[in-house]
């Protein structure tokens, strides 16, 4: 037995070198408990920054959406699966606390990230004298939120029916903004389809104990349905992602010849000339995909509705499509036209896109 004694000296020294790391250990421990508030406001601003600078690499690019939207949402909808599998086996102790920790952070980067993704596109489809910059403004509060360690661990995620509603609400701006890439649909159905998908994901994935129970699932079916048609009461709300106008105004030029296709708009129109020839309304949009909606000119002089008519559309190429109407003299049935005018684009289904102001004057 007397060989084993030689192992003695590096036992100790295996001991010693293991309590000298444990006890650096405690030490970087206290150091980071000692200043973690400000390690978590440095990892806010680091937060922050990240989400500004997804914002300028992917802004306005929606040949990124299929493929970052959908692996973001992809992996989203599974860290919240694992987060759900992970609460019914992980019962008690700190074993669950590390859990909890761990898939807060993650989830909290993929929320971040989500949120400022979805940002700019919706920033871009937003007119601010409209009330879709209430949707954007949330987005927006949203997104700056997620990057806040301290409201979003202590408030967001400890307060289940607030953390719910931030879930829910960022699977409909998700859906909104992928569905009308992927489905040839007008948005007044993506929109009842963004918020169906989304209510009915949030249960399975929230509350798939309940979803799955007996006459259960006809229920999360009635309230995906409920919800849908109270999103297209409301739709007006919405911005009208993915369209983005990005030139609109009235010109004497005949939209319909082939050459004309970046018309210059004016602001004021003679009276003698308008009793000449036709006034053409137009609008260039920009969408990653064809239209799949109708559009309709409102022409309003005050606040009066003098003409609705229906806009014919064009491709430009680039992912741009002109939009235009024409209204005669002899169409408004009033005598004397002078004033002004605003002319309101909306899709078949009322949703909001622009207005334009001019005047006709003798």
Same mark, same amino acid.
């Given at each position: 037995?007397?060989?084993?004694?030689?192992?003695?000296? =590096?036992?100790?020294?295996?001991?010693?070198?293991?309590?000298?790391?444990?006890?650096?250990?405690?030490?970087?421990?206290? *150091?980071?408990?000692?200043?973690?508030?400000?390690?978590?406001?440095?990892?806010?601003?680091?937060?922050?920054?990240?989400?500004?600078?997804?914002?300028?690499?992917?802004?306005?690019?929606? $040949? %990124?959406?299929? *493929?970052?939207?959908?692996?973001?949402?992809?992996?989203?909808?599974?860290?919240?699966?694992?987060?759900?599998?992970?609460?019914?086996?992980? *019962?008690?102790?700190?074993?669950?606390?590390?859990?909890?920790?761990?898939?807060?952070? +993650?989830? *909290?980067?993929?929320?971040?990230? /989500?949120?400022?993704?979805?940002?700019? @596109?919706?920033?871009?489809?937003? %007119?601010?004298?409209?009330?879709?910059? /209430? @949707?954007?403004?949330?987005?927006?509060?949203?997104?700056?939120?997620?990057?806040?360690?301290?409201?979003?661990?202590?408030?967001?995620? !400890?307060?289940?029916?607030?953390?719910?509603?931030?879930?829910?609400?960022?699977?409909?701006?998700?859906?909104?903004?992928?569905?009308?890439?992927?489905?040839?649909?007008?948005?007044?159905?993506?929109?009842?389809?963004?918020?169906?998908?989304?209510?009915?994901?949030?249960?399975?994935?929230?509350?798939?104990?309940? +979803?799955?129970?007996?006459?259960?699932?006809?229920?999360?079916?009635?309230?995906?349905?409920?919800?849908?048609?109270?999103?297209?009461?409301?739709?007006?709300?919405?911005?009208?992602?993915?369209?983005?106008?990005?030139?609109?105004? #009235?010109?004497? !030029?005949?939209?319909?010849?082939?050459?004309?296709?970046?018309?210059?708009? #004016?602001?004021?129109?003679?009276?003698?000339?308008?009793?000449?020839?036709?006034?053409?309304?137009?609008?260039?949009?920009? =969408?990653?995909?064809?239209?799949?909606?109708?559009?309709?000119? !409102?022409?309003?002089?005050?606040?009066?509705?003098?003409?609705?008519?229906?806009?014919?559309?064009?491709?430009? $190429?680039?992912?741009?499509?002109?939009?235009?109407?024409?209204?005669?003299?002899?169409?408004?049935?009033?005598?004397?036209?002078?004033?002004?005018?605003?002319?309101?684009?909306?899709? !078949?289904?009322?949703?909001? /896109?622009?207005?334009?102001?001019?005047?006709?004057?003798?």
């Amino acid at each position: 037995d007397l060989p084993i004694l030689d192992f003695l000296p =590096s036992l100790n020294d295996n001991v010693r070198v293991m309590h000298r790391i444990f006890a650096l250990w405690q030490h970087f421990k206290h *150091k980071m408990l000692k200043h973690e508030k400000v390690l978590w406001a440095i990892h806010s601003v680091w937060a922050l920054t990240y989400g500004v600078l997804i914002m300028v690499f992917f802004k306005g690019d929606f $040949g %990124q959406v299929r *493929k970052l939207l959908m692996s973001l949402m992809f992996l989203m909808l599974l860290i919240i699966a694992f987060d759900r599998i992970a609460e019914r086996e992980t *019962k008690t102790g700190d074993k669950k606390r590390g859990v909890k920790l761990v898939l807060n952070y +993650v989830m *909290k980067n993929m929320y971040q990230a /989500l949120y400022f993704f979805m940002l700019p @596109f919706y920033w871009d489809a937003t %007119q601010m004298d409209s009330i879709h910059w /209430l @949707f954007t403004a949330a987005v927006g509060v949203l997104a700056v939120l997620s990057t806040q360690d301290l409201f979003f661990d202590n408030f967001l995620m !400890e307060h289940k029916w607030i953390r719910n509603a931030y879930y829910a609400f960022c699977l409909f701006a998700s859906f909104h903004l992928l569905l009308p890439v992927l489905m040839p649909f007008p948005l007044h159905y993506t929109i009842m389809l963004s918020a169906f998908f989304a209510v009915f994901a949030f249960f399975v994935l929230h509350m798939p104990q309940f +979803v799955w129970k007996e006459k259960h699932f006809r229920w999360v079916l009635v309230i995906a349905m409920g919800s849908a048609a109270g999103c297209y009461t409301v739709r007006q709300l919405v911005p009208p992602v993915p369209y983005r106008v990005v030139q609109s105004g #009235v010109t004497g !030029e005949d939209l319909t010849l082939p050459g004309e296709a970046y018309p210059t708009g #004016v602001h004021f129109i003679s009276a003698a000339d308008y009793r000449e020839r036709p006034m053409m309304a137009f609008q260039i949009i920009q =969408s990653p995909t064809f239209p799949h909606d109708f559009f309709w000119h !409102e022409y309003r002089r005050g606040s009066e509705l003098v003409s609705r008519q229906h806009v014919a559309r064009r491709h430009l $190429g680039d992912n741009r499509y002109l939009l235009y109407s024409r209204l005669s003299y002899d169409q408004i049935g009033v005598g004397d036209p002078t004033g002004d005018w605003t002319l309101v684009l909306r899709t !078949e289904g009322g949703i909001y /896109l622009k207005s334009h102001f001019f005047t006709i004057v003798e």
